[in-house]
């Protein structure tokens, strides 16, 4: 009997579904079909063949074993970055959570006359860079809200104070969103909004703003902010102009698979045409204190699925990152086994995720971040925002030099 899965999605990339055979009495589908497929998509890999929407969606039924999809994204991994697992020393600023969005799926953002709204002045954006200098950090991730009342200035003198006093921090900063805000509020193009940021200390761009690209999902969770179409412009533009970015997935809310594999196939899209993205970071959704408190987090094997599918999708981003945030420890070392090489960092000041609920620690020391890539059978090598070595002086941790640039896409 056939069955179609995936079905009421207008198809916007390619094919909206497959068919499956199905086993009529279980509505699951029938092993020697799995097999049949897993061995012709196991050809392809092997052989550095680019997988289809098709596959993707294949490979996001939970029928299709999950140990073998990950086995699959293991050995890409373990072609592209060895047996390194990659972590660095970072720090987050959000210099306000209010914000002029209602994005639902947030639970950082704030009114503005809520009593939990904060802006940051000058002195506390200093302590934070201090603190950041003192700990070792080589990065700072700087997002926050669209405040109703900070001009664009304010945004880039959170940067210029920053870049003045900590000249080695590199500054990870903006998404789409804020870009756009900011061209917005100046009237100026991308371009010029990039090149006066990069001015003032920009260094890279951070992957998040991106949720899912298909409009049948955006226009439900983030309906008002910066649409899919500015979220390339913008990642084009700072690919155009030797600005290094990142790119993400905010999974396991409203979205099908079919959403998931759409959004996956844009990104690599834009990185056949630039080539600019670092590496990839599916995000799961964590529901608590925001709009869509009703909805269940993804479960561990929806988070390692996500991985190891974007892994094999994903064959011109060299690195995908395990937010060990996000996932949680164990999880997150589990995922260094399904296509992930990347452990994000030691974090500190993480907001975005622990206002929604999740029950990860604030902070990993480096002893510990390097013990669970060891445990996990990784070699770990502490990169910093640019996957260059960092070299620290083993006299004094707090002092870094950059050593070889390792690879990227
Ligand atoms: O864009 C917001 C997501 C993103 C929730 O570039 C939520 O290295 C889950 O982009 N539950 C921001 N997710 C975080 C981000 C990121 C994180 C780590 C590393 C990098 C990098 C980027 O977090 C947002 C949104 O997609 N988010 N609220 C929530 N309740």
Not at 237 to 262: F, P, W
Request: hydrophobic content about 35%.
């Amino acid at each position: 009997m056939e069955s179609v899965l995936n079905t009421n999605e207008p198809p916007s990339h390619g094919r909206k579904s497959i068919t499956f055979k199905v086993n009529p009495n279980t509505n699951q589908m029938i092993a020697t079909e799995i097999n049949a497929r897993l061995r012709t998509i196991r050809d392809k890999v092997e052989s550095q063949e680019r997988l289809t929407m098709d596959d993707g969606l294949f490979l996001y039924q939970p029928d299709v074993p999950l140990h073998e999809v990950g086995e699959l994204a293991d050995l890409v991994r373990q072609r592209m970055n060895g047996n390194v697992a990659y972590y660095n020393i970072n720090t987050h600023l959000n210099p306000t959570n209010v914000c002029v969005y209602r994005c639902r799926f947030c639970a950082f953002r704030a009114d503005l006359r809520d009593p939990k709204g904060y802006a940051m002045d000058d002195e506390q954006v200093i302590a934070r860079g201090q603190e950041a200098t003192d700990n070792g950090c080589t990065e700072m991730h700087i997002v926050g809200g669209l405040h109703h009342q900070r001009p664009y200035e304010w945004y880039r003198g959170v940067l210029s104070t920053l870049s003045e006093n900590f000249p080695k921090l590199h500054l990870k900063a903006w998404t789409p969103v804020e870009i756009n805000w900011f061209e917005f509020q100046t009237k100026n193009s991308t371009e010029w909004v990039m090149n006066d940021m990069r001015e003032a200390g920009l260094g890279s761009l951070p992957g998040g703003g991106a949720e899912i690209f298909h409009p049948e999902v955006r226009d439900e969770i983030c309906e008002h902010k910066a649409n899919t179409h500015a979220w390339f412009h913008t990642h084009r533009t700072a690919h155009q102009l030797g600005i290094r970015s990142n790119c993400t997935m905010l999974y396991g809310h409203i979205e099908k698979a079919y959403h998931r594999v759409d959004h996956l196939l844009r990104l690599r899209e834009l990185q056949d045409e630039t080539g600019g993205f670092q590496v990839f970071i599916p995000l799961a959704f964590h529901p608590e204190n925001t709009k869509l408190s009703h909805l269940k987090k993804p479960s561990a094997l929806d988070d390692l699925r996500n991985v190891a599918v974007s892994r094999l999708l994903l064959d011109n981003i060299q690195h995908i990152k395990a937010y060990w945030i996000m996932l949680g420890i164990g999880t997150a070392q589990t995922a260094l086994s399904y296509g992930a090489d990347d452990i994000d960092g030691t974090v500190r000041h993480e907001l975005i995720y622990h206002d929604a609920g999740a029950t990860t620690p604030e902070f990993l020391s480096v002893d510990r971040i390097r013990e669970l890539i060891i445990e996990a059978g990784r070699v770990p090598v502490e990169r910093n925002t640019i996957y260059q070595e960092v070299i620290r002086d083993p006299n004094d941790f707090s002092n870094w030099s950059i050593g070889e640039t390792l690879p990227v896409s």
